[in-house]
């Protein structure tokens, strides 16, 4: 007895998940969404390089489209910008305030990056050069990071409490940093070490300067001449660096990358790309008309561990609401756990793509594949899934629904294949509400470089996916 192939093609048809890349028979129109968008997204990059600097752009952007911030807001506004500390905030968007025990439909990304900070007491001189000492920010591969020209960003909070913004690096007429690697002819027994002490995290100096003050040799001549240039441009001392937030990361800005620009190259897509398409989604969904109460949130020192008061850790989440309760007159604590609990959360993160040179560490069956769409991980962890939340299968199966019902192009991910390491997002901290949480977000070629790279079509989907969520949960 045999089958014959157009009912096993039926079969298949009815039966099978089919994989589809992203980029298959699209439609003209989709071809200049898919490519504006990423225009967009690349600008949002180049403003946003820290966490602070991102805030500032999420507060222009959002002001540009009807946002209030919530000091200034009155009861009547129904669009909310929340700031805390300047290094993460929320959005938050008002349907009904008589909804509030209904909880919100969130969607939560981090806007801290993977980079080097200075040290408390960075400025030294060596070998007749000056250098200042980094300590790096989140799990970085540290060899990446030398021979390549670095910007200076952040701000420096004086002993009187004045705050002094600093950009260097992004002009091409400013000067950069760069932190040197030995020479290869000199090598061989850096050679012999493993990857993770090529390059030691005591070596991660940037080169900052070589000029002795007036020309004249002497006991910290040159520092003095960095000290006081910086003296003269921003008003500093070297104490205040102690009261200093400053980050080295690439200088220059994203670009496309490809002969067909199907990729965007850039250093902290994790998690900016998140931030900005939740952002964007939340911005384009109003004349679709939701029902629901919605936030999109952007969490800061999640590449540390979530940790401190800036950090999903906290009880950040819960003060973001509460602070959106009160605006509307609502001083009930069960009321806010309710709305806690009751809320459903996406937490949108980006997630690893099989790159060809190193299949090995995915399970291809369950891999994310660069261009066929977002990632949809119902859980994370290490080892037995250690660490992670686990989504409810109901709670995937609403989300599917949604996706499906507006064409998002979709794929379900774990990172890495079992036993190969693993990682974990903010998701559980926000499962402690009772809240139903899921990951979902974009997968990149060399997560943590300085030059990470995803797929404009994956971009697209990203995006689509943050709305269908915002429209039909
Ligand atoms: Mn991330
Ligand atoms: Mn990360």
Same mark, same amino acid.
């Given at each position: 007895?045999?089958?014959?192939?157009?009912?096993?093609?039926?079969?298949?048809?009815?039966?099978?998940?089919?994989?589809?890349?992203?980029?298959?028979?699209?439609?003209?129109?989709?071809?200049?969404?898919?490519?504006?968008?990423?225009?967009?997204?690349?600008?949002?990059?180049?403003?946003?390089?820290?966490?602070?600097?991102?805030?500032?752009?999420?507060?222009?952007?959002?002001?540009?489209?009807?946002?209030?911030?919530?000091?200034?807001?009155?009861?009547?506004?129904?669009?909310?910008?929340?700031?805390?500390?300047?290094?993460?905030?929320?959005?938050?968007?008002?349907?009904? *305030?008589?909804?509030? @025990?209904?909880?919100?439909?969130?969607?939560?990304?981090?806007?801290?990056?993977?980079?080097?900070?200075?040290?408390?007491?960075?400025?030294?001189?060596?070998?007749?050069?000056?250098?200042?000492?980094?300590?790096?920010?989140?799990?970085?591969?540290?060899?990446?990071?030398?021979?390549?020209?670095?910007?200076?960003?952040?701000?420096?909070?004086?002993?009187?409490?004045?705050?002094?913004?600093?950009?260097?690096?992004?002009?091409?007429?400013?000067?950069?940093?760069?932190?040197?690697?030995?020479?290869?002819?000199?090598?061989?027994?850096?050679?012999?070490?493993?990857?993770?002490?090529?390059?030691?995290?005591?070596?991660?100096?940037?080169?900052?300067?070589?000029?002795? &003050?007036?020309?004249?040799?002497?006991?910290?001549?040159?520092?003095?001449?960095?000290?006081?240039?910086?003296?003269?441009?921003?008003?500093?001392?070297?104490?205040?660096?102690?009261?200093?937030?400053?980050?080295?990361? *690439?200088?220059?800005?994203?670009?496309?990358?490809?002969?067909?620009? @199907?990729?965007?190259?850039?250093?902290?897509?994790?998690?900016?790309?998140?931030?900005?398409?939740?952002?964007?989604?939340?911005?384009?969904?109003?004349?679709?008309?939701?029902?629901?109460?919605?936030?999109?949130?952007?969490?800061?020192?999640?590449?540390?561990?979530?940790?401190?008061?800036?950090?999903?850790?906290?009880?950040?989440?819960?003060?973001?609401?509460?602070?959106?309760?009160?605006?509307?007159?609502?001083?009930?604590?069960?009321?806010?756990?309710?709305?806690?609990?009751?809320?459903?959360?996406?937490?949108?993160?980006?997630?690893?793509?099989?790159?060809?040179?190193?299949?090995?560490?995915?399970?291809?069956?369950?891999?994310?594949?660069?261009?066929?769409?977002?990632?949809?991980?119902?859980?994370?962890?290490?080892?037995?899934?250690?660490?992670?939340?686990?989504?409810?299968?109901?709670?995937?199966?609403?989300?599917?629904?949604?996706?499906?019902?507006?064409?998002?192009?979709?794929?379900?991910?774990?990172?890495?294949?079992?036993?190969?390491?693993?990682?974990?997002?903010?998701? @559980? &901290?926000?499962? &402690?509400?009772?809240?139903?949480?899921?990951?979902?977000?974009?997968?990149?070629?060399?997560?943590?470089?300085?030059?990470?790279?995803?797929?404009?079509?994956?971009?697209?989907?990203?995006?689509?996916?943050?709305?269908?969520? &915002?429209?039909?949960?």
């Amino acid at each position: 007895m045999s089958t014959n192939p157009t009912e096993l093609e039926e079969l298949g048809k009815k039966l099978l998940f089919e994989k589809k890349c992203g980029w298959q028979d699209i439609s003209q129109d989709e071809e200049k969404e898919i490519f504006e968008l990423s225009e967009q997204y690349k600008q949002f990059l180049d403003t946003s390089k820290t966490e602070r600097e991102a805030m500032v752009t999420i507060e222009k952007m959002a002001t540009a489209h009807g946002y209030v911030p919530i000091e200034k807001a009155s009861k009547e506004d129904r669009k909310l910008f929340l700031n805390f500390d300047d290094v993460c905030g929320a959005l938050v968007y008002i349907n009904d *305030p008589q909804e509030f @025990s209904e909880g919100f439909l969130m969607n939560g990304a981090h806007i801290d990056v993977p980079r080097l900070d200075l040290k408390s007491f960075p400025l030294y001189e060596a070998e007749d050069m000056a250098y200042m000492k980094t300590h790096y920010y989140g799990g970085i591969k540290k060899y990446q990071w030398v021979t390549r020209p670095l910007a200076m960003h952040g701000v420096v909070i004086t002993e009187s409490g004045k705050k002094v913004d600093i950009v260097i690096g992004e002009d091409p007429a400013d000067p950069v940093f760069t932190i040197n690697d030995l020479l290869p002819h000199l090598s061989k027994e850096q050679n012999e070490k493993p990857a993770s002490k090529l390059i030691e995290g005591e070596q991660l100096n940037i080169l900052v300067g070589s000029i002795p &003050y007036q020309f004249k040799p002497g006991k910290n001549a040159i520092k003095l001449w960095i000290l006081k240039e910086l003296h003269d441009r921003y008003g500093i001392v070297e104490e205040d660096f102690v009261s200093a937030e400053i980050q080295l990361v *690439p200088a220059g800005p994203a670009r496309d990358v490809g002969f067909d620009r @199907s990729f965007v190259g850039a250093h902290g897509h994790d998690d900016r790309i998140c931030s900005y398409l939740g952002m964007q989604a939340l911005f384009d969904i109003e004349a679709d008309k939701t029902n629901k109460n919605l936030m999109m949130i952007f969490f800061d020192k999640e590449e540390i561990g979530s940790m401190g008061n800036s950090g999903a850790q906290s009880n950040l989440l819960e003060r973001m609401v509460n602070a959106t309760l009160l605006h509307y007159g609502f001083n009930d604590h069960s009321l806010l756990m309710n709305s806690l609990a009751n809320s459903k959360f996406l937490s949108s993160d980006v997630n690893v793509g099989i790159d060809p040179e190193w299949k090995s560490v995915n399970d291809p069956l369950n891999a994310g594949k660069m261009g066929y769409g977002v990632c949809l991980t119902k859980y994370t962890g290490v080892r037995g899934k250690s660490g992670s939340n686990e989504a409810h299968a109901e709670f995937v199966a609403e989300v599917r629904r949604a996706f499906n019902r507006d064409q998002v192009l979709w794929q379900t991910t774990e990172l890495g294949k079992v036993d190969q390491g693993g990682g974990g997002t903010i998701a @559980s &901290y926000l499962a &402690y509400y009772g809240m139903d949480v899921v990951d979902c977000g974009t997968a990149l070629l060399s997560m943590h470089s300085p030059f990470e790279v995803a797929s404009k079509v994956d971009i697209y989907h990203t995006y689509k996916a943050y709305k269908a969520f &915002y429209k039909y949960l």
